[in-house]
């Protein structure tokens, strides 16, 4: 029987409540003998100029080249349990990025951390990026609280 989850996606922003979400990943990769992608996206500043000048160039790539130190210490893990992982940096607007990797590479599922909604403020939410994937992702979306 083919495992139900072959291509977990993990979104991440380095904070710590990325954490549950990584072991949920984890358990569930081990289970079903998944591959995982760490997947982080790089927010782009729309300076309405269409190029980026010299100075925001090397930001990017400090952030970029942060991004992939923090992603390799987050695979060592699954690295070392023989899990197939892989790192991914995008730049551009993160729900539409995961959504549009998700698409492009046949990912079963998303394992992304989110927060507890204020049940006084529900129309909060709307604008996290957790609520947005969940809703214009085609695959399963699991929401770490």
Known sequence: MRPRFQHILVPVDFTPKNQPALEIAFEQALH?????????????????????????????ERLQQR???????????????????????????????????????????IVMSSHTVDPERPVQSLGTVSYQVSVLCSCPVMLVK
């Open 67 to 109: 991004a992939w130190t923090e992603l390799d210490a987050m695979a060592q893990r699954f690295a070392e349990t023989s899990i197939a992982v892989d790192q991914k940096v995008r730049m551009g607007r993160r729900p539409y990025e995961v959504v549009k990797f998700a698409n492009e590479h046949d990912v079963d599922l």
């Open 32 to 60: 079903n003998e998944s591959r995982v992608t760490l997947l982080h996206v790089i927010e782009i500043i729309d300076t309405g100029e269409g190029e980026v000048d010299d100075e925001l160039k090397e930001f990017y």
